[in-house]
Structures are given as C-alpha cells and as structure tokens.
C-alpha cells in the first residue's frame, strides 16, 4: 500500500464521517490531525483521483461526498490498518466525550439500534431497570410507518472518556462475554482484544445464542455481553469516587473494580494497574434479539450531546451482586491453547502419513448424505480454494448426530515447525474472492479466545456458496521468517499439490491479499477446514461446529 493511496484512504474515511458535502480545506484540517501534513492543493489532487475511480463525487461548490462504491472501498482497501482503527476509534471516542457530570452536559458516547414493535421497548425497559446498561438515558426516535424505532443508548466508552477528563488514563483491553451465577459475576468465557480485530469484540459476541441476558433477569444465572479496561493503581480511589458520583445521575453499569494488581473475573491485572469490568451497551439489544424479536443490532459508537438523552425510567434497581473474588484460572486466548496441539502434529510431506489438527463439527445423521453432497459440490465447484478432505467420527455422548472432521489450518503450521521452520498463525479473516482476493476481516489468533472463523460463520459473513456477488471464505494468514522462504516454499508447495490450500506465498515487506507481515517476515495465506462446514450451514442444515478439536491420522481421512 502506497503512502498516496494511505492518505486517499484515509480521505475516504473523513468525508464517511461527515452527513454533508465537504471542502478540501476541512479534509486537510482533519488530515493534520490525524498526522498527515497536506495541503489544500494536494488534498484536490487527491480529491481528482478518487473521483476519477468513483470512490467520491463533486456537490458543486459544497465539496464532494462519498459515493457507495467508495464504502466499499473504505471497507476492503487498508484492512491491515482496520486492526488498529478499532483501538483508534475508541481512543478517539475517549479524546472527544467531553461530558461534564457536574453540570450534566456536554458530548457522551453512544449507540443506536433498531426495533420494530412495543415488545421490544418494553424488554429493553426491563434489562435496564435491572441494572443492566450503561444508562437508563435513550432515545427513542420513530422512523417511517412500519413501526421501525431507533434506539439509541450510552456507550460505556463515556465512563472512559469521562476518566480521562479527569486525568485517569483509560485503556480499553477485552470485549467479551460474561458469566453469572446466583447474580454474582463469576468470570469472562470469551474475550477478544480491541487491539487484535476488524471486528469489534461486542459485535462479534452479539449473535444469536451467544447470550443469555433474560436468564439473568429471570433467575440469576446466564450470560452477558460486557468490557474490560485498565487503569493506573494509583487513580483507584478517585475513579471509584468519580464512578459513584456518575451513578447518582444515572450513568453505570459497572461490574466489578479489582484492588491494584489483583486479577478479576478470570483476566489478569498487571502490576501497578486496576482492572474495571463494565456491563456491554449493547446488553438490552441482546435481550430483545433472545426473546426472538426483530432487531438490528449495530456497534457504530459516535458522539453525541447528552441532552438528547432522556430516561427510559427512574426505577433502576441493579440484580447484580458484588464480584466474587475467588480464585478462578485466568482465561487463555486461542492460540495459547492451540501450540500443545500444533506441536504434536508429525505429519510427514514424503510419506503422506501422520496426525493433523482437526476441527469436528456435528450435525443430524439424517443429514449426513446431503452434507457430503453439498461438501462435494463445494470443492468441484472451486477446488483452489476448498480443502477436500474429511473423516465422519462417531458423537461422544448422542447416537443420532455424527462428527464431520476437517483439517484444521494450524496443521500446516504444526508441519513447518516439525521441519524446523517457525510458523506464527497470526490472523483468521474472511476472504472475498474478488482478483486479487483480499482479506475483508481479520481477528488475531492471540487476542481471541473464540476461533475467528467460528466468530464469522456465526454472524452469517460468508458466501462459499455464491448466490450475488464474489464468494467470502474462511482464510487463515501466517507469519514466517524470511530465513527459511526456500525451504517453506518448497514444503508448501507439496501440501498445496496434496491438497493442504496454500492461497498465497507472499514476499517481505509486501501485502499478501491486504493483510500485513512483520518486517523480517513473509505471509502465508491458506484455506479453513471450516469452508466445507459453512457451506452446509448456509444451505440451511444444522451444524454444531467445532475448531481445533484434537490430533488425528492423515492416512486415515478420506477425500471428496
């Protein structure tokens, strides 16, 4: 990616953020906040080539807009630097709430989903009566005539930005999900980085069945949505007043404070610094999508002056308990969990034999014939980009499902490192098939603890099965020393002919499909086991799917 086409990226992403037509001179003002010293003059040259390319359009003298093919852009061209937006974006969140809890004015951040019914608004009453939110202060704002309600509610990000403003430095560090028990938050099941993603962690966590939300309200025991964050030990005390001053005017939602140093709810804390869990804004939402509603729920904070907000109602009376401080493993992200696995594999390149990971995902026996049909039909219909092998295994506990095992991706590392080469799995992405492909999400293997590809059947992103459109298939992107390229080149390209899809070989210092190696470094783009998978749940069969399950023989799979 050339440092030109950074800045028009970059342009792309002012001019989405603005409702109106704009000029060059608020583009370079906004362009040298952001870092990049650009002129008006050069800031219309720019300007010319996106038009050129139809990522802009000219409003006459008001200045130009954003067209749709240019979103798309916005969406696919730097999604490298997407997994670092994601942080900035929340920093710039903190940077810009300017909320004055004194005078109770001032810019807060915020959310807005739809709904479509009073069903909906009366169980988002009910989570935040019970304490569940960020706030009982929303708008509620009717669109249309088809009942279409935009929701919007505070962001816990407004407690962040309301810290800094009191010189307490606020560093978001995991979204994820929350376990209860008897009302008391016991620890997170699942978390990813804000600084390891495309995806915003809540948003990757808001698919149906993820939570349990009304089980909390109902009997005290589920799961949440929530967000962890750190802060310096020696602002506890002041962040725990400024906390309980935020409460008495109607802002909280938070979980649990740990003492300096001390991990809490499975996460740890380092030294010197306190950890803060948050209830997730988008905890109502979820209620209303798991009484099987229909919602649109979206993660898209922005800022927005917090007089606009009233309350939902005056009676908050919080079902959470106190945090229970026992001692509870600290949780582990994937690929932690994964090197164990990636060490054991011995499967030899000459030989063709010896054990691979596995994902095994389980599904009706009913349904085993059409599912190695559609399998079938998947990889005859794109054989570059679809692995072909399977193994059907037995279910460990019910007699009316049975296992589809799949070769993991983390196998092919597993095989370069019995060879002596060091091969770092670095992302998980969706991959649109457009010429060249390109990466259009990615999620770091060492700042989730849920397989990213699992996060991408679940929200429905892919299309192995092309109906309108390039297809989006699951990928994987490895990192490898620069070193050891001829050795792995020629190691990959045996398993690529046994039919192991190797995508791309990428060279140092260059983008392989849009995502981005380490100097010193080469990537390696490779297919999911999982494609296979997701094309049988997109045509509509039940699928329990499963990721990096365990070891099995190579020799002993079969192939479509």
Request: proline share 4%; glycine share 8%.
């Amino acid at each position: 990616m050339s440092e030109s086409e950074h800045r028009m990226i970059e342009i792309l992403r002012i001019l989405n953020e603005q409702d109106k037509p704009t000029g060059s001179k608020l583009i370079a003002d906004e362009l040298k906040n952001k870092g990049f010293n650009l002129g008006e003059r050069a800031v219309r040259y720019h300007m010319q080539i996106l038009d050129e390319k139809g990522y802009t359009e000219r409003m006459g003298y008001s200045g130009r807009r954003i067209t749709n093919l240019g979103r798309e852009k916005l969406a696919k061209g730097l999604i490298y630097d997407q997994v670092d937006f994601i942080y900035s974006k929340f920093e710039e969140m903190i940077y810009l709430t300017d909320f004055n809890y004194i005078a109770q004015e001032g810019n807060v951040v915020v959310n807005t989903s739809t709904i479509y019914n009073e069903e909906s608004i009366d169980i988002l009453k009910r989570t935040i009566e019970n304490g569940l939110s960020v706030s009982p202060y929303v708008n509620l704002n009717n669109v249309g005539s088809d009942g279409k309600i935009n929701v919007t509610t505070l962001c816990g990000t407004t407690i962040d930005g309301v810290l800094l403003n009191e010189g307490i430095p606020s560093q978001p560090q995991y979204g994820g999900l929350l376990k209860i028990e008897d009302s008391h938050p016991i620890k997170f099941t699942e978390i990813i980085s804000y600084k390891k993603t495309s995806v915003t962690p809540l948003d990757a966590f808001s698919t149906p069945g993820a939570t349990s939300v009304m089980d909390v309200l109902d009997n005290g025991d589920g799961i949440i949505p929530a967000n962890f964050r750190l802060i310096p030990g020696i602002g506890r005390q002041k962040a725990i007043d400024i906390i309980n001053n935020l409460n008495k005017i109607g802002i909280g939602g938070v979980i649990g404070i740990s003492d300096e140093g001390q991990d809490i709810l499975g996460l740890p804390v380092p030294d010197g610094m306190v950890g803060i869990a948050i209830v997730g804004g988008i905890t109502p939402f979820c209620a209303i999508q798991e009484a099987n509603q229909n919602i649109d729920i979206k993660i898209a904070e922005e800022i927005q002056d917090f007089k606009t907000l009233s309350p939902i109602t005056s009676r908050i009376n919080h079902c959470l308990k106190e945090v229970k401080h026992d001692t509870h493993p600290k949780i582990s992200f994937l690929l932690s969990k994964s090197w164990n696995l990636i060490q054991q594999v011995n499967f030899d390149v000459e030989k063709r034999k010896g054990n691979i990971i596995s994902n095994i995902s389980y599904i009706d026996k009913d349904n085993i014939d059409s599912a190695l049909e559609i399998m079938e039909e998947t990889y005859n219909s794109n054989p570059k980009y679809i692995n072909p092998y399977y193994k059907l295994v037995n279910h460990p506990t019910d007699d009316n499902k049975m296992g589809i095992a799949t070769i993991c991706s983390l196998s092919i590392d597993g095989i370069l490192i019995d060879n002596g080469i060091m091969s770092n799995p670095k992302y998980g992405g969706l991959l649109e098939l457009t010429e060249p492909p390109l990466f259009i999400d990615l999620i770091s293997y060492n700042g989730s603890t849920e397989d990213p590809h699992k996060i991408f059947l679940a929200k429905k992103m892919t299309s192995i099965n092309r109906n309108i459109g390039p297809n989006k298939i699951l990928a994987s992107f490895k990192e490898i020393p620069y070193i050891s390229r001829d050795y792995s080149v020629y190691l990959l390209d045996i398993l690529n002919n046994i039919g192991f899809s190797i995508y791309k070989i990428g060279k140092p210092r260059e983008l392989t499909y849009n995502a981005k190696a380490d100097n010193y470094n080469f990537g390696v783009v490779t297919g999911s086991g999982l494609n296979t998978i997701g094309a049988i749940k997109e045509k509509g069969i039940d699928v329990e799917v499963k990721a990096i399950e365990k070891l099995l023989p190579f020799e002993k799979m079969d192939r479509l």
